[in-house]
Structure formats: structure tokens, C-alpha cells
């Protein structure tokens, strides 16, 4: 969903927020997005100076944003205390990627919004609109509150009267009548290790395509079709599933069932049989499949989408790939796994700086402006971003590091009379978020700077 900053500033304009972070540079950083977005904001640097803040204001915050992993009072300690004072306070938390266990815990405690750090643009804004909304919400509810109970106990007495309706709501995907991934995931966590199960994950091609050419009515058919035939052409010993979107899952015994025998079934059928008529003309489909067989049921939703992936990156529908440890494909992923996560260490520990190179004019010998270059500090080594531009693009950080550069080369220029120039991409261009951003800095600093594409 993407958010235009007008609406977003609609809703949060007016709110008071309590920010608390112990990194100086990140709580600075992030205080000047917070600053464009809400009209009053505290901040604090641990849990005891903002409980403490937050026990003198006059009246509740409309929303808290906490650190987790914080000296004097960690986050956690810091919301319990809040929830005393106000079990309904919105909270959203920020915690690292390797910060699971606080991560749970936050679920546990009823926290409203989380984001990882290093913290995403988009992410951000997606939170807080979340968060915001449900303010609202609350606001509009006290209003009405009498009325509202009377629904809810409506509706509380008409789900106990219909426990079996609520039971195929959550477990029945309505548009193929299938189970849902609800469901795969239960038998999944449930089966015995130690025994081998093969999964079969589908993905239709172009499917965006017959959405945008035929409709949603007949993009949701088509899906209902798909499943239809999935489940009267295979044997009775396979599990199927609607797992997501546009995407199958079929689970089976591979000691029984030939996994490529099934795979050429099924995309035999398909090439043969149209799943519907559009202006009296047959509509036909093709499905990707990744194949993968383990004893860890836990493995083979991952392994089977690496193996759809490298089915799907050969540019020629109807294929199936089985998953293989040895393949180059896996090797060159786990490279780039391990350089995700190198970055995203990298931006947490404000270890990505700028390079200015000089451009100097041939002619006079002076320097004309100055080129702004992202660079990795790791121990002395100053790595080049050939190494972590796709790790940035993957991860979906890319914004955050032309933010970055933004704000670092704005700050290293602040009140010297020098052009310089930044490389930004297409979907920066593209997004109205970051034009809000660089138009706001822009007439803020009133400084020339030039951009170039990559």
C-alpha cells in the first residue's frame, strides 16, 4: 500500500509522540524524519529518562516509539511500566535483526507496530500510518462506546452461534474452497521429522497479466479453476493447499508419488486445457514449480521457493526446478545472503560514509563540484559499493542509503558555496515519499544539488 505524506500528515500532525533510542546518531537521524511528521516530540536515551518523562507529562502520549536493547531500563522493562500507567498506550518498538526473543516478547505484551533497524523509510511511514490510524480509531470509539459494546456483544454472540462458519473462515481460502496456508503451516509444525515429505510449490505465470487484461472476476475463476483441476486430477494422497496470492501448494509422500511424474501431469493438463473462455476465445495458463523433498519439515517451504526462483529466472514458462544443494544458483544466493546481511549491519553501526571525489575542469584546472560516493568502513578496509549495491537493493534499503548520503552530504556542505552531485534510482524518482523528502531538505537548506540516476 503505498501512503501519500498528505494523508499520513492528516493523521499525525496533531499527535504527541515520546521517542526513546540510546544510539545518538541513529535517535538523531530518525528525529529529523519524526520532525516532518508529528507536531510535538519528546525524546529520551533510556527507559528511565523517558518513563520519567513520561509520568510528568499532563497528559498521555499519543503514541511511544522505544528502543528494545537499552542500558539503565531496556524497552521492555520500559513498556511494562507504561502499560501499568496505561494499558492502552500505542507503542511501536524498534529492535534489531538479531533481537528475536525481544521480538516475541514485544507480540506478548500487545505492542502495536514493530520496525527493524536498520530502519526502513517506507517501513516507517507504513508503522506510524498504522499506528496513527488506530489513535484515531480509539478516539472516534470513546465516542461511542455504549453503542459499540452492544455490536461487539452482537457479534461475540454470533460467532459462538456460528463456531463452525468461524472454523472454515480461517481455515478455508474462500475464493478455491481450498485450505489455506493456515492450514499448511499447522501440518508442517505438526508432522513427524525424520520422514521424508516432497512439497510442490505452484506459482501461476503472467497471473498480474490476466488480472489487468481479463479482471478480477475472472482472475478470482481462474484461481477457483486451477484448484477445481488440481483436485480431481491428483490422487487422493496428496495434501493441496492455496498458499498465497497466486500460488499452490501440494505435499505428498515421495516413496509414493514420483514428484516429476506429477510435475508433467500437471503441466501437461494446463498446456491442454483452457481454464475459461474471455469474448468466447479460450484463456489458457502456465505454472511454475519448485520442487524440494526433505525429513525437516521446516526446510521445505524455503527450499521449494529457491527452487521456483531459479525455475522462474530462466525466462521461459511452464518449467519445473528441483531443489539441489550443489547448484550454482544456491551458492551465488548464499554470497548475496551474506553480503544482506554485512549491509544491514553496516547502516546499524553507521559505518557507510561518504566519499566526495573531485570534478575538475580540464580546462582551468579547478574543481568544479564534488561527487558524492557510498562507501562500507569495515576495520580500517573501505569496501566499494560493487560489493553491497545489489545487497542494498535486495534487502529494500536502498532509499534508506540514498537518505543517508543525503543527510551526511548535507551536513559535510552545510554553509559552503560547492556543488556537489548524488546518484539516487528509479524508484526513488518514482516515489512520492522521497520527492516529499528531497523538496522539504531542499527549500529547509537552500541548496543546489544535482542528481544523477543509476
Not at 492528516?10 to 524524519?33: K, P, Q
Not at 507504561?82 to 505484551?109: C, G, M, W
Not at 528509479?426 to 531538505?441: A, M, R, V
Request: aromatic share 10%; charged share 25%.
Amino acid at each position: 500500500m503505498t501512503i501519500s505524506l498528505k494523508d499520513l500528515l492528516t493523521l499525525t500532525s496533531s499527535l504527541r509522540i515520546l521517542y526513546v533510542e540510546d544510539d545518538v546518531v541513529l535517535r538523531e537521524n530518525t528525529i529529523a524524519l519524526l520532525h516532518d511528521l508529528f507536531g510535538e516530540i519528546h525524546e529520551a536515551s533510556d527507559g528511565n529518562e523517558a518513563l520519567l518523562l513520561y509520568k510528568k507529562s499532563e497528559n498521555f502520549y499519543d503514541i511511544v516509539i522505544t528502543d528494545l536493547n537499552m542500558p539503565q531500563m531496556n524497552g521492555m522493562d520500559l513498556i511494562k511500566n507504561i502499560q501499568i500507567i496505561n494499558p492502552k498506550q500505542p507503542i511501536i518498538v524498534v529492535s534489531a535483526h538479531n533481537e528475536t526473543e525481544y521480538f516475541l516478547e514485544s507480540i506478548r505484551n500487545n505492542v502495536n507496530g514493530y520496525i527493524l533497524k536498520p530502519i526502513d523509510f517506507n517501513q516507517l511511514v507504513e508503522t506510524i500510518y498504522k499506528v496513527a490510524s488506530l489513535v484515531k480509531e480509539r478516539q472516534e470509539k470513546a465516542k461511542n462506546q455504549t453503542k459499540l459494546q452492544e455490536k461487539l456483544e452482537e457479534q461475540s454472540l454470533l460467532l459462538a452461534e456460528n463456531s463452525q462458519t468461524v472454523h472454515e473462515f480461517l481455515t478455508i481460502d474462500k475464493i478455491t474452497k481450498l485450505q489455506n496456508a493456515t492450514v499448511l503451516y499447522n501440518f508442517l509444525d505438526t508432522f513427524v521429522q525424520d520422514h521424508a515429505l516432497t512439497i510442490m510449490l505452484y506459482n501461476i505465470d503472467n497471473f498480474s497479466f490476466i488480472n489487468q487484461t481479463y479482471s478480477t472476476d475472472f482472475a478470482d475463476e481462474a484461481l477457483f479453476k486451477v484448484g477445481e483441476y488440481l483436485q480431481y486430477n491428483l490422487s487422493k494422497e496428496v495434501h493441496l493447499y492455496r498458499y498465497n496470492s497466486d500460488e499452490f501448494v501440494i505435499i505428498f509422500d515421495p516413496q509414493i508419488i514420483n514428484p516429476e511424474f506429477v510435475a508433467i501431469q500437471i503441466q501437461a493438463f494446463f498446456r491442454e486445457t483452457p481454464i475459461g473462455e474471455y469474448e468466447e476465445q479460450p484463456v489458457y495458463i502456465t505454472l511454475s514449480c519448485g520442487i524440494a523433498t526433505a525429513t525437516n519439515p521446516a526446510l521445505l517451504l524455503p527450499n521449494a521457493r529457491i527452487a521456483l526462483r531459479e525455475a522462474r529466472m530462466r525466462g521461459i514458462p511452464n518449467q519445473y526446478n528441483i531443489y539441489n544443494t550443489h547448484d550454482a544458483f544456491l551458492k551465488q544466493t548464499k554470497i548475496e545472503t551474506e553480503w544482506i546481511q554485512k549491509f544491514r549491519i553496516a547502516m546499524e553501526e553507521d559505518r557507510i560514509i561518504p566519499y566526495f571525489q573531485p570534478i575538475i575542469d580540464n580546462a582551468t584546472g579547478e574543481i568544479v563540484k564534488y561527487e558524492c560516493l557510498a562507501r562500507i568502513e569495515d576495520d580500517g578496509e573501505i569496501i566499494s559499493p560493487a560489493h553491497f549495491l545489489e545487497a542494498a537493493r535486495r534487502s529494500g534499503l536502498m532509499s534508506n542509503l540514498t537518505r543517508l548520503m543525503i543527510n551526511k552530504s548535507y551536513k559535510t556542505f552545510s554553509g559552503q558555496n560547492v556543488a556537489f552531485s548524488l546518484n539516487i534510482t528509479n524508484e526513488d524518482l518514482l516515489n512520492s515519499n522521497f520527492i516529499d523528502f528531497f523538496t522539504g531538505k531542499t527549500k529547509k537548506l537552500q541548496y543546489r544539488t544535482i542528481f544523477s540516476n543509476i
